[in-house]
């Protein structure tokens, strides 16, 4: 193992930027949003000398496994011998989907495996690095709204690094998806109303100012977690980009930490296009897709209907127009599917290549399908979908 080369410097330096006032804040403030209730995203300034050598910056992360390797494409820590806290997230598997391809009349389509992740979702990525980050600041307490992947995923990760846990759930939320989260320490809240009684009281447990908000829909720690996972398919590739990517889409945390990291390593040159990136989304809740239908740039207001989808049940993105913004800068486009074709999916895709995933995880297959017919996929341009979610976490 050769040792970092002289003249990289290890890190970028960071500044948090809001995205409505352009107020700026050091990343050492343990902040998950602006004062004005803006969205925060991770500014970088990237030395000369670590984007124009792409060998010996990636050589660099080498002697680490997983999303890891990538620590210094991340805001850094303030100490950088510190270990990570880590369950072993990333370097899930790409698979080729060569029997569900066939079926859609395509030839190269890849399934990125991101349900092979510590808790059995990709929301890990995004724990991982705001875990780290909580722990560095010395904060005692973790709160996260989440009956789903994201409150399991905070808990493991909380547990690992010994910080306290409150995940706040609605009162409805049924036993069986809280007992992992329970299982790993956390105090579960329920709470009685509606889904944004349960963000209120969320954000009124961390006012006490000891606590830090997980906030994976809008926490910009979270998002740049993700883009990990963009690496990983570029490097995949041998530093070519696919023609597409296709994943569910709820708050955007992976469809916005995706495309950050395909546009910064072809901003520097390490990969000459960038994917077009695709929606997905269930009919019942598909508030980026009607907006992409209208021509919006705004999430349309819509009226929900049950999906098995619950992954991506949110109404209204806060990161919506961002979302809505990296479709058409990529050229991509937004598709919704009905349960029938989601479970149709779900089970195409465990019969004929072995993959079992949650319903969710299902959605930009019958997406894909869908984009196939529509000849907006052609049948031999390469094709990513993220399968985000473990059929373990739905026994029903
Ligand atoms: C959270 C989740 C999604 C949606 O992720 P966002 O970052 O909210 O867009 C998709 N699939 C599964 C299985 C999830 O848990
Ligand atoms: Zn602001």
Redesign the pocket.
Known sequence: MTSPSEGVPAHPTVTLRCTSCGATYADTEPLWACVCGGLLTVGYEWPAAFTADREAALEQGRQATGLWRYAHFLPPTADPGAAPVTLGEGDTPLVPLPRWGERHGLRRVYAKLE?VSPTG???DRGAAVVVAKAAEWGIGRMVEDSS???GASIAAYSARAGIACDIFVPAAAPTAKVRPIERCGANVRRIGGTRSDVTAAALDAVSDGESYYAA??LNPYFTEG?KTAAYEVLESFDCQAPDHMI?????????VGLWRGCQEWRSWGWVPSAPRMHVAQSTGCAPLVTAYQQGSDEPAPIDRQPTVAG??E?VAPPRGRHILSIVRESAGSAVAVDDAAILAHRELLATLEGLDV?P??AVPLAGLASLAREGIVSPDETVVACL??SGLKDPS
């Open positions: 349900y979702s990709f929301k789903g992947n994201a994976h829909n993700m994943l569910p889409v709820g708050g955007g945390s992976l469809f992954g991506i949110v949650e969710t995880a985000t979610g």
